[in-house]
């Protein structure tokens, strides 16, 4: 688990959900400027970018998007970033249990959560960090 990750993405393609999960990180307390993309592949860009300086990240990755969805997102993820210090919790609207079971996949995925996220859950997360 990372302690206070240097870095927070919020990745979804929804600008209501965007707008309202960067609120909720932000007075959780978890991370002043959250870095919000509404594309994966933006977002990966970015991580590779910076993958050699070792910073830790923190990303909440929604599953159904366009362009690139959470899956191709964490397959690119986990194939070309060396930085073990990056974790992901699925914020999602699917239910699909079989969607639960396919994050296990990837060790990086630490959570797996219902759309929308909360403040009380991202301050549980934040309690989760610190220990």
């Not at 959780?28 to 977002?43: Q, R, V």
């Not at 050699?52 to 993820?77: C, H, K, R, V, Y």
């Not at 990837?106 to 759309?115: G, P």
Request: charged share 30%; no cysteine; aromatic share 6%.
């Amino acid at each position: 688990m990372i302690k206070n990750p240097d870095k927070v993405l919020i990745i979804d393609d929804d600008s209501g959900i965007l707008f309202l999960h960067e609120i909720i990180v932000r007075e959780a307390g978890l991370h002043p400027k959250p870095h919000k993309f509404s594309n994966a592949k933006e977002a990966l860009e970015l991580l590779k970018s910076e993958d050699e300086t070792g910073n830790s990240a923190l990303i909440f990755l929604d599953i159904n998007m366009p362009i690139m969805n959470g899956w191709e997102f964490l397959d690119q993820l986990s194939s070309n970033i060396r930085n073990s210090d990056i974790k992901v919790i699925m914020v999602t609207s699917s239910l699909d249990n079989r969607d639960q079971e396919r994050s296990k996949r990837f060790q990086m995925v630490i959570d797996f959560w219902e759309k929308p996220m909360d403040e009380a859950r991202v301050k549980s997360l934040i309690k989760k960090l610190e220990n």
